[in-house]
T-cell receptor
Framework: NAGVTQTPKFQVLKTGQSMTLQCAQDMNHNSMYWYRQDPGMGLRLIYYSASEGTTDKGEVPNGYNVSRLNKREFSLRLESAAPSQTSVYFC???????????????FGEGSRLTVL | SQKIEQNSEALNIQEGKTATLTCNYTNYSPAYLQWYRQDPGRGPVFLLLIRENEKEKRKERLKVTFDTTLKQSLFHITASQPADSATYLCAPRINTPLVFGKGTRLSVIA
């Protein structure tokens, strides 16, 4: 049982390059999320998708776009990478959509991105 | 705006003692609160959830309390072991999706 799978695990980009982080979950969850984690800042929400076909901005959406490709997959795209986007990115999923009473999150192992 | 504070960035404790981590929040009233564990280089893993109408929740050596008057949750690990060393994150449920505290890094020293 893979859970939440993120690719790639590591990536180095130059300023201005673009890339897409991929995320897939095999738990049939409705909701998916992208967080970034920086030292001293904790986990901050970039975008989320409460259910297939919907996406919403989180706390720090600038410089990112997302696509909920289907129920399993939620990708995060950096169109023109900047050094400030150097971070560890985590994808997560949860069983029910917005308004759930539990909303336990299942996280992937993270994607470590460095922008030079 | 909502704010979540976890008592300290780092906490060192002797093996066998009880570790107590604090999560304070302001400006809202969460319906429940979750605790997660994160090991270095890994994603967070869910540990416990406590609802606003529950005073205390236990799971093996873990105990969580939730005081909605004080706007505080305490996370206890009894008989702590070096394997408990990790960062612990709290996440009061305000609305979806979850907002996390910055975490407390616990080191249990043998």
């Amino acid at each position: 049982n893979a859970g939440v799978t993120q690719t790639p695990k590591f990536q180095v980009l130059k300023t201005g390059q673009s890339m897409t982080l991929q995320c897939a979950q095999d738990m049939n969850h409705n909701s998916m999320y992208w967080y970034r984690q920086d030292p001293g800042m904790g986990l901050r929400l970039i975008y989320y998708s409460a259910s297939e076909g919907t996406t919403d901005k989180g706390e720090v959406p600038n410089g990112y776009n997302v696509s909920r490709l289907n129920k399993r997959e939620f990708s995060l795209r950096l169109e023109s990478a900047a050094p400030s986007q150097t971070s560890v990115y985590f994808c997560a999923s949860s069983e029910r959509g917005a308004g759930t009473l539990t909303g336990e999150l299942f996280f992937g192992e993270g994607s470590r991105l460095t922008v030079l | 705006s909502q704010k979540i504070e976890q008592n300290s960035e780092a906490l060192n404790i002797q093996e066998g003692k009880t570790a107590t981590l604090t999560c304070n929040y302001t400006n809202y009233s969460p319906a429940y609160l979750q605790w997660y564990r994160q090991d270095p280089g890994r994603g967070p893993v869910f540990l416990l959830l406590i609802r606003e109408n529950e005073k205390e929740k236990r799971k093996e050596r873990l105990k969580v309390t939730f005081d909605t008057t004080l706007k505080q949750s305490l996370f206890h690990i009894t008989a702590s072991q070096p394997a408990d060393s990790a960062t612990y994150l709290c996440a009061p449920r305000i609305n979806t999706p979850l907002v996390f505290g910055k975490g407390t890094r616990l080191s249990v020293i043998a």
